[in-house]
């Protein structure tokens, strides 16, 4: 899972809503066989992210540049 690396609850918290809200943004312009696999590719960018960004609206910036850098 990629966010069971995630021990502190604020982190989590921080990286689920983030997911969330870019998910939101990305999945309507991804092709529903795909849809599961990207999720999982995102969740993989959050969980790297979280301990460098400066709050929650860097994280959503920091991995919709780097899932939109890799598609």
Do not use: G
């Not at 990305?26 to 960018?45: A, N």
């Not at 992210?49 to 920091?62: C, W």
């Amino acid at each position: 899972m990629p966010f069971s690396s995630l021990q502190n609850p604020v982190d989590l918290a921080r990286a689920q809503a983030a997911l969330d809200e870019v998910w939101a943004q990305v999945k309507p312009l991804i092709d529903e066989p795909d849809r599961e696999r990207e999720r999982t590719r995102l969740s993989y960018i959050v969980a790297s992210l979280v301990k460098l960004a400066l709050d929650e609206e860097d994280l959503v910036d920091r991995a919709l540049r780097q899932y939109r850098a890799r598609r």
